[in-house]
């Protein structure tokens, strides 16, 4: 059973950039696509895009288009996630989330990471 | 995009009751080749990662109490929670993954009455 550990909270100026990672235990990261989600606070859930750690495969949600970059560090079975151009609008808690395949429910689940952006 | 809408954004049901959410889609999620709905049902408890009840539309997960149930085809579905509980209280999200871009709905608040 893969289990998904995500780094600690972060505190952001407006106009930064934040890099949040997401750890796999008790599997191979590679193998299973891993997508990023967010959550504003008090909102719903916000696919923000995935990577293919084996092919190194990504695809991003048209909103994150030009200031989200997933990439995998397959060595470490870990997944990163950096925003760049953080507005206030971007204070959320962030979720890793493992599937089977591209085009499968979301199996497993970080604990989230709390990123706030504020001046 | 997929657009996903789900309604009632809250509902407040009394313990033993039914609670019914719709969710809908704006293009249909069955893909013709296995014949699956690629819809899945999320409940997120306060300060919890959402978790699985339902996957496939009517695919309930091990463990998922058999008071929740799934229905629906297409574009239109339907989560059924047949007697609720009190650990029932939570928000629950509909999600396609038919599309390479995954989309959720915006979410059911279920409150106890």
New interface residues.
């Given amino acids: 059973q893969v289990q998904l550990v995500q780094s600690g909270a972060e505190v952001k100026k407006p106009g930064s950039s934040v890099k949040v990672s997401c750890e796999a235990s008790g599997g191979i990261l590679s193998s299973y696509p891993i997508?990023w989600v967010r959550q504003a606070p008090g909102q719903?859930?916000?696919?923000m895009g995935?990577i293919i750690p084996m092919f190194d495969i990504t695809?991003y949600?048209?909103t994150f288009q030009d200031r989200l970059r997933i990439t995998a560090d397959k060595s470490t079975n870990t997944v990163y996630m950096e925003l760049t151009s953080l507005e206030s609008d971007d204070t959320a808690l962030y979720?890793c989330?493992k599937?089977f395949g591209?085009?499968?429910?979301?199996?497993s689940?970080?604990?989230?990471t709390l990123v706030t952006v504020s001046s | 995009?997929i657009v996903m809408t789900q309604s009632p954004d809250s509902l407040a049901v009394s313990l033993g009751e039914r609670a019914t959410i719709n969710c809908k889609s704006s293009q249909s999620v069955l893909?013709g080749s296995d014949n699956k709905n690629?819809l899945?049902w999320?409940q997120?408890k306060p300060r919890q990662?959402?978790?699985?009840l339902i996957?496939w539309a009517s695919t309930r997960e091990s463990g998922v109490p058999d008071r929740f149930s799934g229905s629906g085809s297409g574009t239109e579905f339907t989560l059924t929670i047949s007697s609720l509980q009190a650990e029932d209280v939570a928000?629950y999200?509909c999600?396609q993954?038919?599309s390479?871009?995954?989309?959720?709905?915006?979410?059911t608040k279920v409150e106890i009455k």
């Fill in positions: 997508s719903g859930l916000e696919w995935r695809n949600a048209q979720y989330a599937s591209e085009l499968f429910p979301f199996d689940w970080g604990q989230g | 995009d893909y690629y899945t999320y997120q990662p959402p978790k699985v996957s928000v999200y999600q993954h038919y390479s871009t995954i989309t959720f709905g915006g979410g």
